[in-house]
T-cell receptor, first 112, second 113 residues
Framework: DAKTTQPPSMDCAEGRAANLPCNHSTISGNEYVYWYRQIHSQGPQYIIHGLKNNETNEMASLIITEDRKSSTLILPHATLRDTAVYYCIVRVRGTGGFKTIFGAGTRLFVKA | DTGVSQDPRHKITKRGQNVTFRCDPI?????LYWYRQTLGQGPEFLTY????????KSRLLSDRFSAERPKGSFSTLEIQRTEQGDSAMYLC???????????FGQGTRLTVV
C-alpha cells in the first residue's frame, strides 16, 4: 500500500503557483519523498525527489517540513500543460529492495 | 532517443491468445520495473529486476504472467491465455539505483476482445 495521502483534486489558475500537499507521517529517517506526474495517456514523468532539504529543479520545488511528515510540491507558474495527476511517493521496502508504489494521486486542473 | 521505449504501443488480441511486450530501458540503468494501469487508477506494481535478477513479483502477477530480463538490458513481459481483465496499459520504467527516480516509457495498451 502507498505510504502517502494526497487530496484527490485541486484547481489552479494559469500563471499562478500550484501548491500540492502530501502527508507521509510514517516516513523513516532515510526514506526519500518522490514526485511524479502523469498527463493523460502518457507514462508517469519523474519530477523531483528529496530527503530533508528543500529541492528545486527546472520543473518544480519541493518543500519538506522539518519533521518530514509532510511535503509540498510547488509549480511556480502553472500552465495549462501542467494539468495532470500528481503522485507523491515514499517507496516501500519489498523483498528485493525498495519499490515505487503509486497511490491515487492529486488531479490538478489548471484553468485559463 | 535515450528514454525508455516500449513496443508495441498498442496491441489488440483475442481472449486466450498469448502476447509479449518488450521494454528497452535507459542504457546505463540497472533497475527495471513493470507496472499495470487501468483507467482512472494509479499504476500498480507488477515486478522489478536488478540487472538480470528478478527481485520481486507482486501477487497481481498470476501464473499466466512471466517477465524476463535475460542479459540485464531489455525486458519482456508475456501474458499467456489472455483474459478480458488483462486489458490495461502496461508500463515499464528504469532507474540507475535505489535512490534515483524512475523514468517511464509510454506504455503498451493491451485490449483483449
Amino acid at each position: 500500500d502507498a505510504k502517502t495521502t494526497q487530496p484527490p483534486s485541486m484547481d489552479c489558475a494559469e500563471g499562478r503557483a500550484a501548491n500540492l500537499p502530501c502527508n507521509h507521517s510514517t516516513i523513516s529517517g532515510n526514506e526519500y519523498v518522490y514526485w511524479y506526474r502523469q498527463i493523460h495517456s502518457q507514462g508517469p514523468q519523474y519530477i523531483i525527489h528529496g530527503l530533508k532539504n528543500n529541492e528545486t529543479n527546472e520543473m518544480a520545488s519541493l518543500i519538506i517540513t522539518e519533521d518530514r511528515k509532510s511535503s509540498t510540491l510547488i509549480l511556480p507558474h502553472a500552465t495549462l500543460r501542467d494539468t495532470a495527476v500528481y503522485y507523491c511517493i515514499v517507496r516501500v521496502r519489498g523483498t528485493g529492495g525498495f519499490k515505487t508504489i503509486f497511490g491515487a494521486g492529486t488531479r490538478l486542473f489548471v484553468k485559463a | 532517443d535515450t528514454g525508455v521505449s516500449q513496443d508495441p504501443r498498442h496491441k489488440i488480441t483475442k481472449r486466450g491468445q498469448n502476447v509479449t511486450f518488450r521494454c528497452d530501458p535507459i542504457s546505463e540503468h540497472n533497475r527495471l520495473y513493470w507496472y499495470r494501469q487501468t483507467l482512472g487508477q494509479g499504476p500498480e506494481f507488477l515486478t522489478y529486476f536488478q540487472n538480470e535478477a528478478q527481485l520481486e513479483k507482486s501477487r497481481l502477477l498470476s501464473d499466466r504472467f512471466s517477465a524476463e530480463r535475460p542479459k540485464g538490458s531489455f525486458s519482456t513481459l508475456e501474458i499467456q491465455r489472455t483474459e478480458q481483465g488483462d486489458s490495461a496499459m502496461y508500463l515499464c520504467a528504469s532507474s540507475s539505483g535505489q535512490g534515483a527516480g524512475a523514468f517511464f516509457g509510454q506504455g503498451t495498451r493491451l485490449t483483449v476482445v
